[in-house]
């Protein structure tokens, strides 16, 4: 155990022996890196502030039911029940059911600018009975529920239409799900533009250091000995790269917030966006890290071998 820390220990210092030679190089590899990485790291830190406030926005979605026009009342009236079992199957006991006759629809209707006129050239009521049904603590996951709801209801006798308000819950989720896939594209492209930087800092390493590495190899050096600091130069590379990306994306989130905070309170809201948790940020500069590592892998393995070093 002695022995390997030893063995890595020497590999980090050697790594930073190396950047220190040319640090103007390394910051401007840094800068590159980090640009690359802030664009799906500010994405990523949007949908995680977007996600549980679309998955949990309340909304009290109404089900408009119209029965048959020629039903009778008694029969019309008689839904209720039917309408309140169905509910109660739905875990829906808190939801509201109010019955709307077709006079009191007609004199809605007429109401309206502009429709009364029209309405008044009527010989008779064209409107059904029905019902309006507000359903409790319904959310963008649960818009499948309510559509199983809609199906039952009509399914009911005596009814003739339901129509549910719910639609853009549902463009709401499906637009998240593309917006989450445009990230995880954007990101893997991304990911690529970091491999490929890393992989020429690694490989114009690989040639300036050249001659020592043939000396290493004359005097015994194993393989390992020698890889080592250049994987180390690849991780510290994207690990250093990830923080300068975060760093950015939360100096950026201070004037966003500024701006949101104004359209919020349109909305009587106080929604601000909020950095990653520290798991996040941990599981970021890991990617980072671990981008750069495989960046070094790929440029040692490829460079040594031409090199005939192995």
Known sequence: MKRWMRQHRYAVGAALTNLGKAPGSFLFNVVVVAIALALPFAGLTLLDNVRPMAGQMAVDPEISLF?????????ALALAPALRDLLRQQQQTAAKIVFVPREQALDSLKAKNGLAGVIGTLDDNPL????????????????????????????????????????WIKRLAALLGVLRLALWLLAATLAMVVIAVVFNTIRLQVLTQRDEIAVSKLIGATDGFIHRPFYYTGALLGLCAGTVALGAVALALGPLNGAIAQFA??????????????????????????????????????????????
């Open 265 to 310: 309170r349109l909305y009587a809201s106080e929604f601000q966006l909020v950095p990653l948790a520290p798991a996040g940020i941990a599981a970021l500069l890991a990617v980072s890290a671990g981008l750069g590592l495989l960046g070094a892998v790929l440029s040692v393995q490829r460079h040594l071998a031409r090199l005939h070093l192995h």
């Open 67 to 75: 029965v048959r026009a020629d039903t009778p009342r008694a029969q």
């Open 128 to 167: 059904p009975d029905g019902y309006v049904i507000r359903l409790d603590g319904f959310n963008s996951a649960a818009a499948a529920d309510i559509d199983a709801l809609a199906a039952r209801l009509r399914a009911l006798p005596h009814v003739d239409t339901v129509q549910v308000d719910s639609a």
